[in-house]
């Protein structure tokens, strides 16, 4: 069965701060694609970033990063210097190789950032 | 390029009304996905399209759910009749084709309020 967990179902920062966002995952798949995605206050789930279970190789772009580690099974979000801008609720998601395609979704991290 | 289309935006009903919600997908994509995401969840697919033929129907309940994507392209997701249960953003979602490490691309989705 696939599995995705978000404890975090708030977190407030000043802007500028750094913040990580967690993910825990299970899945019985070898092969298997993790996925972040925001959903700003419009509504429409903004893809982020996608990992396949082979690569775990973390991943910068811009102030975004991501520390794939499968030894905890974790995919964990940081972004560094926040802006409100990224107020939104950031979603994990994973997909498996065998099965049915869909995205499994974690509940979602509220993330808000104070000016 | 023009990102999935949801109509309509928002939608109030009565319980036991019908309702029905409509998508256009990315131009070219053959998979269509149609995602139920209640307050404070992440969203739960419940139906997968490949060009007009159905994928995975598992999560739909098809006592008062039902969906077409009668030429391949736009697709419905209808309510009949609707229950309190039901109220929800209804998100809709396109692939190029059916595979895990093809990336989904979400329309805004449909708020409905069933009162």
């Known amino acids: 069965a696939q599995k995705v967990t978000q404890a975090q179902t708030e977190i407030s920062v000043v802007e500028k701060e750094d913040v990580t966002l967690d993910c825990v995952y299970e899945t019985r798949d070898t092969t298997y694609y993790l996925f972040w995605y925001k959903q700003p206050p419009s509504g429409e789930l903004v893809f982020l970033i996608r990992?396949?279970?082979?690569?775990?190789q973390n991943e910068i772009s811009g102030r975004y990063s991501w520390n794939f580690q499968k030894s905890t099974s974790s995919f964990n979000f940081t972004i560094t210097a926040s802006q409100v801008v990224d107020s939104a609720v950031y979603f994990c998601?994973?997909?498996?190789?065998?099965?049915?395609?869909?995205?499994?979704f974690g509940t979602g991290t509220r993330l808000t950032v104070i000016p | 390029e023009a990102g999935v289309a949801q109509s309509p935006r928002y939608k109030i009903i009565e319980k036991r009304q019908s309702v029905a919600f409509w998508c256009n997908p990315i131009s070219g994509h053959a998979t269509l996905y149609w995602y139920q995401q209640i307050l404070g969840q992440g969203p739960k697919l419940l139906i997968q399209f490949q060009n007009n033929g159905v994928v995975d129907d598992s999560q739909l309940p098809k006592d008062r759910f039902s969906a077409e994507r009668l030429k391949g392209v736009d697709s419905t997701l209808k309510i009949q009749p609707a229950k309190l249960e039901d109220s929800a953003v209804y998100l809709c979602?396109?692939?190029?084709?059916?595979?895990?490490?093809?990336?989904?691309?979400f329309g805004p989705g449909t708020r409905l309020t069933v009162l």
């Open positions: 998601a994973l997909k498996g190789e065998r099965g049915a395609n869909n995205l499994f």
């Open positions: 979602a396109s692939s190029l084709a059916v595979g895990a490490y093809n990336e989904q691309f």
């Open positions: 990992r396949n279970s082979f690569d775990e």
